[in-house]
């Protein structure tokens, strides 16, 4: 299941809204393939701007879904009406409902233990018959060949259809990449700060922002010192996004 993608800086985002989204993980499932799925804000797209093999990673994934509601303007405005936002903790969210109807079964890879506990008891909640294969911690530091191995083993004996990875981008899809003949796992999707959101850990900004665009505002004002260098660009990604659109400058699909 295939949706056309629009290059956005070099970037092909998928032509999606939500409810396909969701259809398009559950087919790569169903169909015994192995893949992965970016999930895109404006701050993915600058980070592949500066960074060739990280924007490979995103251009070769089986989908790249419009995280910003700037990439959904920019998606419809390429005549696209139907894209909506698909927002990490809500793919996760609609996937959850998706997994316990199906049976599949799902691993999460990021937070801390504290963070996974509170987010497999609000997901169990919501969804009871969940089926939870694994929650892996790993540490705030870089691991070891030893390490890394031993989580993959760890992610692989739980027999996990989809692992939910959120250990912050762009680091999550550079380990998505690394590890994608690794793990059997039929798809593997970076999600950001989903677990933090989901667990209760953080506080998600309210719809009417999300839907306003403005959520990037919120974010920056709960934590100014971690997220202000990813938000400072956000002036520049709109003057490139309008050079696109106006043809004063063109960017290639590379990779």
């Given at each position: 299941?295939?949706w056309?993608r629009?290059?956005?800086?070099?970037?092909?985002?998928?032509?999606?809204?939500?409810?396909?989204?969701?259809?398009?993980v559950?087919?790569?499932?169903?169909?015994?393939?192995?893949?992965?799925?970016c999930?895109?804000?404006?701050?993915?797209?600058?980070?592949?701007?500066?960074?060739?093999?990280?924007?490979?990673?995103?251009?070769?994934?089986?989908?790249?879904?419009?995280?910003?509601?700037?990439l959904?303007?920019?998606?419809?405005?390429?005549?696209?009406?139907?894209?909506?936002?698909?927002?990490?903790?809500?793919?996760?969210?609609?996937?959850?409902q998706?997994?316990m109807?199906?049976?599949?079964?799902?691993?999460?890879?990021?937070?801390?233990?504290?963070?996974?506990?509170?987010?497999?008891?609000?997901?169990?909640e919501?969804?009871?018959?969940?089926?939870?294969?694994?929650?892996?911690?790993?540490?705030?530091?870089?691991?070891?060949?030893g390490?890394?191995?031993?989580?993959?083993?760890?992610?692989?004996?739980?027999?996990?259809?989809?692992?939910w990875?959120?250990?912050?981008?762009?680091?999550?899809?550079?380990?998505?990449?690394e590890?994608?003949d690794?793990?059997?796992?039929?798809?593997?999707?970076?999600v950001?700060?989903?677990?933090?959101?989901?667990?209760?850990?953080?506080?998600?900004?309210?719809?009417?922002?999300?839907?306003?665009?403005?959520?990037?505002?919120?974010?920056?004002?709960?934590?100014?010192?971690?997220?202000?260098?990813?938000?400072?660009?956000?002036?520049?990604?709109?003057?490139?996004?309008?050079?696109q659109?106006?043809?004063?400058?063109?960017?290639?699909?590379?990779?």
């Amino acid at each position: 299941m295939a949706w056309p993608r629009v290059n956005v800086l070099g970037v092909g985002v998928s032509a999606i809204n939500l409810p396909q989204a969701v259809d398009s993980v559950d087919h790569i499932i169903q169909s015994g393939q192995r893949n992965y799925v970016c999930v895109a804000a404006a701050h993915s797209i600058m980070d592949c701007r500066r960074d060739r093999t990280l924007r490979r990673v995103f251009n070769e994934a089986a989908m790249v879904t419009p995280d910003g509601m700037s990439l959904v303007w920019y998606l419809r405005r390429r005549g696209h009406k139907h894209v909506g936002r698909v927002y990490g903790p809500d793919l996760m969210s609609a996937m959850c409902q998706r997994s316990m109807e199906c049976g599949h079964r799902v691993c999460f890879y990021g937070g801390s233990e504290q963070t996974l506990g509170a987010l497999k008891t609000r997901l169990l909640e919501r969804f009871p018959f969940l089926q939870i294969a694994s929650a892996i911690a790993p540490p705030f530091r870089p691991l070891t060949p030893g390490e890394q191995a031993e989580i993959v083993q760890r992610i692989n004996d739980s027999r996990p259809d989809i692992v939910w990875v959120g250990i912050g981008s762009p680091r999550q899809e550079r380990w998505i990449a690394e590890h994608r003949d690794k793990i059997g796992a039929a798809v593997m999707i970076g999600v950001g700060a989903a677990f933090d959101f989901l667990s209760g850990t953080k506080a998600q900004a309210p719809r009417w922002i999300q839907r306003s665009g403005l959520e990037w505002l919120f974010r920056l004002a709960s934590e100014p010192r971690r997220l202000w260098r990813r938000y400072a660009e956000y002036p520049l990604f709109l003057a490139l996004l309008l050079a696109q659109w106006t043809g004063i400058k063109r960017f290639a699909l590379e990779d």
